[in-house]
């Protein structure tokens, strides 16, 4: 993430991820999945800009109507919990510009709770490092701590247990996020295995290896099949991305969907397949890339 002061308080850029590899191993004894993902931020941001309110009160506003501004977002969580762990007396008053989906698998939500953390531990003066605002990010959602970290990793666990790894090159991708979203809660209710684990050693040799073309032939996302039998429609991104052959070194659903996206070889390729999929109105589109993004998440 971005994190910089402006004249009368904080902002902060909050990217969305990708899941170039998902396993589900199982459900744990919490009713969590335990899960092993390699994960990178991409260059999509939301933007939220944070002022000190010295009354108390978390208030935040959003561009997007749909979109709650009480407690049930994870913004205002992120804000109490700090205000709780810490004994503060300071409010904020946040301002949400939405631009990641919601309902995508690109985490858009989480990446703001993350955002928050961060720019009310510098706005307040909290002092708080890295390691504590993981633990707070822990009890809020399981890709947070991920989004405190940002770049590239491999997590496990719950998503919580974060290993961070060095991006060797800038990779470019294209997301198309259809009109329809998908719920994660839905998707992990209706999991069910079919087949045996699948190993992520090939995803990581071809990510150290920087070898774009053996990448793209080990994505994977366990997830995906129960995505698509719980929306079938997601299947037609899935198969316009795959009509595109040679121009994608492989396509894969991000999360628990909606969201797909296709690994391109350069930035210029990634742009001429955004332009192909906005001539379909298929719906929201973007070319990206992940690493070396800029930024700033000093707590």
Same mark, same amino acid.
């Given at each position: ?10 902002? *902060?850029? +909050? ?52 979109l709650p501004i009480d407690r049930s977002n994870l913004v205002v969580r992120a804000a109490e ?10 409010? *904020? ?19 703001? *709770? ?34 405190? @970290? ?33 719920s994660t809660a839905e998707v992990y209710r209706r999991f069910e295995r079919t087949g045996p ?10 990510? @150290? ?17 129960? +995505?698509? @039998? ?18 994608i070194d492989g396509q894969l659903m991000s999360g628990s969907g909606s969201a797909y996206f ?38």
């Amino acid at each position: 993430m971005i994190v910089r002061e402006i004249p009368d308080g904080i902002e *902060a850029l +909050a990217p969305a991820k990708l899941n170039l590899f998902l396993e589900v191993h199982g459900k744990r004894a919490d009713g969590y999945h335990e899960l092993e993902t390699l994960m990178v931020a991409v260059d999509w941001y939301d933007t939220l800009r944070f002022r000190s309110d010295p009354s108390g009160a978390i208030a935040l506003v959003s561009d997007d109507p749909d979109l709650p501004i009480d407690r049930s977002n994870l913004v205002v969580r992120a804000a109490e919990v700090l205000q709780e762990a810490i004994g503060i007396r300071s409010g *904020a008053a946040i301002r949400l510009t939405k631009r990641i989906p919601a309902q995508s698998g690109l985490g858009g939500g989480s990446s703001d *709770a993350a955002a928050t953390l961060v720019a009310l531990n510098r706005l307040w003066s909290c002092g708080l490092d890295l390691m504590d605002l993981e633990r707070l990010g822990a009890g809020l959602g399981s890709d947070v701590p991920f989004f405190l @970290r940002g770049g590239a990793a491999v997590c496990r666990g719950r998503g919580e247990q974060v290993e961070p790894i060095a991006i060797p090159r800038p990779l470019h991708f294209v997301i198309v996020r259809p009109a329809v979203g998908v719920s994660t809660a839905e998707v992990y209710r209706r999991f069910e295995r079919t087949g045996p684990i699948h190993p992520m050693e090939e995803s990581l040799k071809a990510w @150290r290896q920087v070898d774009i073309a053996r990448l793209g032939r080990s994505l994977f996302n366990r997830l995906q099949e129960t +995505a698509e @039998r719980l929306v079938p429609e997601l299947t037609q991104v899935r198969d316009a991305l795959k009509s595109l052959g040679s121009l994608i070194d492989g396509q894969l659903m991000s999360g628990s969907g909606s969201a797909y996206f296709g690994l391109c070889r350069d930035r210029e390729t990634a742009q001429a397949v955004a332009r192909h999929f906005e001539t379909l109105g298929q719906g929201s589109v973007r070319a990206v890339m992940c690493g070396p993004l800029e930024r700033d998440s000093t707590p």
